[in-house]
Structure formats: C-alpha cells, structure tokens
C-alpha cells in the first residue's frame, strides 16, 4: 500500500497565532538516542486549526466552509522575515512533523525556518464533508492543491503579515514524501508564484493503472533467494486457505484476494521501508533447508526434517513476521477488509485512500505471470476493479490519463524541484528517475543498502550510509540557494 509516514526551549518568540488551537499546549518530542543530540533533534509543535477553507474550490456557488488542521514548529524561525518549510501531509491522519522524519527540522534549524504542516482533506480531522459516497467528488489532488493554496496564502497575510506588522513575504518552500512528494511537486508546478521551491521525496508522479513494475522491483531488492522464499511462501499459504486466515489473526471470512493482498503487503513493506534484510533473515534460512529437503526427497532420501515440516516452519516464521513486525508497526489484517471501507467516520484513511485509487491515480499493484510473481495471481486488475464497485458503486477504471494529462507525469513541467528516490524503493517506478524539463530541477536515486521509500527525509545518524549523506548534503544546498540568496549554490528562483 502507498502510506503512504527536535530541540530546546524555543529561544524565539511564540507565534502569535489568531486561529483556534487544539490540544492542551504544545507537543515535545525527544529523540531516544544515548548519544549526543543534535540541537534539532528536540522541538515542540503546536497543532492549530484554519476554519475557513472552502469545501469546493470548483464552484462559485458553494460557500460552505470547512475546518482544516494544520501545525507549527517556530522555534528556529527568525521572525518574521525567515524561511518557511511547508510540509505536506497525504494519505494518512497527519501528526505534524513526523517523528521518524526529522530531516527537515535539520534543514530548519540551519536556515532559521519557520516550519508549517498541514492536513489533507478528507484524512485525519480535516472532512470537508463526511465521506459517503455522494461527496466524495470533493476528494481529489486537485481540490487538496486548492487547500493548500488558499491556506497558505491565508497563513502568510494573517500569521505573519498582520501578526508581525510585516510587509514583505516570506520565501517558502514545499516537502512531501510519496503521494505528498507528487503533491509538492505538483503543487510548485501549479503554484510557482507561492513557493520557490520543492523537495519532492519518493514522489509518485506518475499515475498508473497496472502496476507489475512494483513487484518487479521487490523481487529485484529482495534479492533472488528471498524474492524464491516469498514465492513459495505465498504458494504455501495460498494453498491452506481458508483455514490459515485465523493463524493471521483475519476474520475466517475475509475475502481471499483481501487476504492474500495482505500477505503480499507484509512482504512489500518489508522491502519499501528499509527493513529487507530484518526480514529476509527471518525466512531465508528455512528456505535454503527447505530445498534442500526438497532435494533429498527426489532422491528417496529420508535425513533430516522433511520437506512438508520445513514448509509448516517457513509458512510459521512468517505468521510471526507478520504479527510482529508488520502489525506491531500499525497495521492490521481489518486494515485489508473491504468490509472495513464502509465506515464513514473521521480518521478512516483507508476508505479514502481507496476512493483516489479507484478514481484518480490507480497505482495498481497487479500480479506478474506465475513463475516470477510474489504476489497471489488473485491480485488483478479485476480484483481491484471488483474491490471499487464493491465500495464505491465505481464501474470505470480511474482517470489516470486525465491525472498524467494534467500535471505531466514523468514529464511535469516545474523548476526548482529535487526528486530523491531510494534504490530499493519499489515506489521509484512511479517516480521522476531523470531530471524533467525546465530550470534547476533535479533527480537523485540514493544507492545503498535498505535505501528506500523516502529515504532522506528520516532522521539522520551517524550510520547512515555516505552516499545517503551525500544526497543530503546536495539537497540542502539546493534549498539554501532558494531560501537564502547569499548561498554560494547557484539556482534560479
């Protein structure tokens, strides 16, 4: 699935802000780290709310108004001229700043940012409406692009303008990782006039119906032995159903596809969020015996553990691997229940998550042919399309030309825009892999081992691999050339 994922007491004065806040008073988090931190690794967000946002951008007859969150961290900020980081949530109940993402705090510490966090619509606490079915025309790329528009211009005249008494305008400058990485792209394509730059991370630009492409590239992360344990695991598995769905902690009567959908997901994000190699040494030596006893048994030999015990025993390490690691990580086998998209209450990413998947960008994972394909041949196109009338009532596939059409894909006219993609990143097929066309733009695959989805914007340590340090250090460059005119980093604004 596409999840989509700092300091000291603020030495600067706090951020007079004239919108309604949640919560009881700020946020702090500290980093856990026995070592010395880093003067960004502490910082306190507050969470605030803009009451005034439109419900639809697209008719002028509408004037209702809805409320949407966003957050602040303004503890580096020298006010009221600084920089501003305008961070993007997507498809998720945003948190403000990520805690395992830190990265842009580092960069506004060293360029005394302002940063500036905001909610999608129709995830988390933002609902323009509720999300039936009849109002889900409101949930789309190009309405959540308006909301950030409208928000930050709104933010700029009264929470710093007025606020501060300040006539100038702050340089601001947008961040996004996956399905927000396309958003910042797309939204310094859009809006060029509102921020002089991008980073877009990981960024899914490329709208795509069927999408074997991302299998391809698990397997080829996974590395040939495990990419061969995960086949066989999910023929063993297939094999036992329906009885097997319980050993998952699933309801006996989920669908086959949804369930085997999860079984291809625990393996995915393995590989998508770095954690390939916890997870191939999990099952990889059971496999290596298991053919072996595979071997003997052609043989009429009878040593050792036979192949039937092996195949329970791998089977088993990876109902453990599955239980915990990827559940402990926040998911769940109802997460996977079409039934469970029929919830209308706030906070169900999933179902609107599934509605932009059916209507707007696809990114389809379908099945590969047999012999070479991880996932359940259950998983294609029909299968999704099933899973959208299922939900939805939807009976055409989604627009994803009409998306690509508009912002460009693979082709989006920007500049001042950096992609960053991980090599192992399966994501990186729906991304911008060379530098598109227009002024400054740049594209980086981060080569190294578990570098994946969004690999740059995590926090960064001392381990991390040089090359990862390295991208790091050119993207800050670039956004100091953009944010602070004396940078030695020559860009165009």
């Not at 097997?244 to 085997?260: L, P, V, W």
């Not at 695959?445 to 740059?456: I, P, S, Y």
Request: proline share 4%.
């Amino acid at each position: 699935m596409l999840r989509s994922l700092c300091i000291l007491a603020s030495i600067f004065a706090v951020l007079p802000i004239v919108t309604s806040r949640i919560a009881t008073g700020p946020t702090w988090i500290t980093l856990d780290d026995e070592n010395v931190q880093p003067p960004w690794s502490q910082y306190n967000q507050t969470e605030h709310v803009y009451k005034d946002q439109l419900v639809d951008h697209f008719n002028m007859v509408d004037d209702r108004r809805y409320s949407q969150r966003y957050w602040t961290v303004d503890q580096f900020w020298s006010s009221p001229d600084g920089p501003v980081l305008f961070l993007l949530c997507g498809e998720y109940t945003c948190p403000g700043v990520m805690p395992a993402r830190l990265y842009p705090l580092e960069l506004a510490y060293q360029f005394k940012a302002l940063v500036v966090v905001a909610e999608h619509r129709f995830y988390g606490k933002s609902y323009p409406t509720n999300s039936s079915t009849e109002n889900l025309y409101l949930l789309n790329s190009r309405q959540a692009l308006n909301d950030f528009a409208r928000f930050q211009t709104w933010f700029q005249r009264t929470q710093i303008n007025e606020a501060y008494k300040y006539d100038g305008t702050n340089k601001w400058f947008v961040i996004g990782g996956s399905y927000p990485g396309a958003l910042s792209a797309w939204y310094r394509s859009k809006y060029p006039h509102l921020v002089v730059g991008s980073l877009a991370s990981s960024a899914v630009v490329e709208a795509k119906l069927d999408f074997p492409e991302f299998d391809a590239q698990v397997e080829t992360s996974a590395g040939p032995e495990c990419a061969a344990a995960l086949r066989n695991i999910t023929h063993l598995i297939e094999a036992r159903l329906p009885k097997i769905k319980t050993d998952f902690q699933c309801k006996a009567d989920i669908d086959d596809g949804d369930f085997m959908f999860l079984i291809a997901d625990t393996a995915v994000e393995g590989v998508q969020y770095g954690g390939r190699t916890k997870m191939c040494k999990q099952i990889v030596p059971t496999f290596r015996r298991l053919r072996s006893a595979r071997r003997r048994a052609r043989f009429g030999s009878r040593r050792g553990q036979s192949a039937d015990e092996l195949e329970d025993d791998l089977v088993q390490r990876f109902v453990n691997y599955t239980i915990n690691v990827f559940y402990a990580d926040g998911n769940s086998c109802d997460d996977y229940d079409r039934r469970s998209n029929f919830d209308l209450s706030e906070g169900n990413d999933g179902r609107s998550w599934m509605w932009q998947t059916c209507t707007e960008v696809g990114y389809w994972q379908t099945a590969r042919p047999v012999d070479v394909s991880i996932r359940s041949q259950r998983i294609d196109r029909r299968y999704y399309m099933d899973m959208c009338h299922y939900i939805f009532g939807v009976t055409e596939y989604p627009r994803v030309d009409e998306t690509n059409e508009y912002y460009g894909g693979w082709n989006i006219s920007t500049s001042n825009t950096f992609f960053v993609n991980g090599i192992e990143d399966p994501w990186q097929h729906a991304s911008v892999q060379k530098v598109p066309e227009g002024v400054n733009n740049h594209a980086i695959t981060v080569n190294c081992t578990n570098c994946a989805h969004c690999v740059e914007l995590y926090t960064p340590t001392d381990n991390d691999a040089s090359v990862l340090k390295d991208t790091r250090k050119k993207v800050t460059a670039f956004v100091g050339a953009l944010i602070r005119p004396s940078s030695d980093y020559e860009a165009s604004s």
